[in-house]
T-cell receptor
Framework: KNEVEQSPQNLTAQEGEFITINCSYSVGISALHWLQQHPGGGIVSLFMLSSGKKKHGRLIATINIQEKHSSLHITASHPRDSAVYICAVYGSGNTGKLIFGQGTTLQVKP | GAVVSQHPSWVICKSGTSVKIECRSLDFQATTMFWYRQFPKQSLMLMATSNEGSKATYEQGVEKDKFLINHASLTLSTLTVTSAHPEDSSFYIC???????????????FGQGTRLTVV
């Protein structure tokens, strides 16, 4: 079993829909990243959080440390949101290494 | 946000030649940079941790003589794929974290990636 599990692995939505991607992890962490990877391959960091909730535009990320669970929400989804979303965690040791989930491929149809 | 520039974005080379990929932090200093490899439809696989002024730390199974890493300054790390073979064809991407007292508290920024094709 992977240390970081994402669900769903694939997601197709209609433009305007509210989208939720989930991430569960089994290790102690110091922080969690939500990353976005577009078809060209480049990766953008959307959020880094260690508690509570963060919001940026139409994106919202939450984390529950006790339950070892994080969610990424996209409101009013748009075709340009189509990408792979990756959850990655920093282990509790101070190594700076990220442990990656397998990614969620999102396609938003117009 | 901070910018990490990776160059080249794609490269095609012949078997047996070497290819150098650069990763630069443009507006911050990075004591530590990470090099990843990604196969199609798979997640990123950490190859090595690049430390400024010292030897890189390689993950198990990664050949240090094949994938040479140099981190000569606080803003530049290079990955050289030596004697490249078709099986080295992959997507390589770097990330950098700002220098700080507590590495764990600093956000990671990623380069654009390099798609290497060895023919």
């Amino acid at each position: 079993k992977n240390e970081v599990e994402q669900s769903p692995q694939n997601l197709t939505a209609q433009e305007g829909e509210f989208i939720t991607i989930n991430c569960s992890y089994s290790v102690g962490i110091s922080a969690l990243h939500w990353l976005q990877q577009h078809p060209g391959g480049g990766i953008v960091s959307l959020f880094m959080l260690s508690s509570g909730k963060k919001k940026h535009g139409r994106l919202i990320a939450t984390i529950n440390i006790q339950e070892k669970h994080s969610s990424l929400h996209i409101t009013a989804s748009h075709p340009r949101d189509s990408a792979v979303y990756i959850c990655a965690v920093y282990g509790s040791g101070n190594t700076g290494k990220l442990i990656f989930g397998q990614g969620t491929t999102l396609q938003v149809k117009p | 946000g901070a910018v990490v520039s990776q160059h080249p974005s794609w490269v095609i080379c012949k078997s047996g030649t070497s290819v150098k990929i650069e990763c630069r932090s443009l507006d911050f200093q990075a004591t530590t940079m990470f090099w990843y490899r990604q196969f199609p439809k798979q997640s990123l696989m950490l190859m090595a941790t690049s430390n400024e002024g010292s030897k890189a730390t390689y993950e198990q199974g990664v050949e240090k003589d094949k994938f040479l890493i140099n981190h000569a300054s606080l803003t530049l790390s290079t990955l050289t794929v030596t004697s490249a073979h078709p099986e080295d064809s992959s997507f390589y991407i770097c990330s950098a974290r700002a220098t700080g007292l507590l590495v764990m508290n600093t956000e990671a920024f990623f380069g654009q990636g390099t798609r290497l094709t060895v023919v």
